[in-house]
């Protein structure tokens, strides 16, 4: 498996995107917000990366709490 790039703001978007499906899944409600928590703390993760990569802080995709 090749390595990771976690300065690449995508690396962690895709994170995101994966706790929120995996959210919609739970029967659990609070397993459920604590995945979309963990999807938000990697939203900001990306926006970090995204700053140093290019200093500009990318758009919001909308999906936040």
Known sequence: MPPRNTDDPQHWRDRAAQMRSLAVTMADTQAGILLTDLAADYDKRADK???KANGKKP????KRR
Request: no cysteine.
């Open 59 to 62: 758009r919001s995709n909308g």
């Open 49 to 51: 990366a995204a700053i």
